[in-house]
Nanobody, 126 residues
Framework: QLQLVESGGGLVQAGGSLKLSCAAS????????TGWFRQAPGKEREFVGG????????NYADSVKGRFTISRDNAKNTVDLQMNSLKPEDTAVYYC???????????????????WGQGTQVTVSS
């Protein structure tokens, strides 16, 4: 079984930065693509970005491209989301998720992710 735990959320002013971390327990985490999603109040959960299992491929939503960076350390079973130039519209609960399949391409649909963390709140004040 694979368990994911997010950390690093909090309150930050617009223009500031936060770094979220996703720590995994489970031997197959480093063989799975990992995605970050977010859900704002009253909105559907959306894909923020993801990283392939080898860390060679990343993909970002247009709304965060150039501001957010995803990295992973397979030796530590962690995936980080560095968020810069934060905007009030980035306010949401952020989730990390691991791909249903191992050694697969990076998916963008949440239906392809099987393992989810509990989420961490990010609030950006104007």
């Amino acid at each position: 079984q694979l368990q994911l735990v997010e950390s690093g959320g909090g309150l930050v002013q617009a223009g500031g930065s936060l770094k979220l971390s996703c720590a995994a327990s489970g031997v197959t985490f480093n063989a799975r693509a990992t995605g970050w999603f977010r859900q704002a109040p009253g909105k559907e959960r959306e894909f923020v970005g993801g990283i392939s299992w080898r860390a060679g491929v990343t993909n970002y939503a247009d709304s965060v491209k150039g501001r957010f960076t995803i990295s992973r350390d397979n030796a530590k079973n962690t995936v980080d989301l560095q968020m810069n130039s934060l905007k009030p519209e980035d306010t949401a609960v952020y989730y990390c998720a691991a791909d249903r399949y191992t050694y697969s391409n990076l998916p963008v649909s949440e239906d392809e992710y099987e393992y989810w963390g509990q989420g961490t709140q990010v609030t950006v004040s104007s």
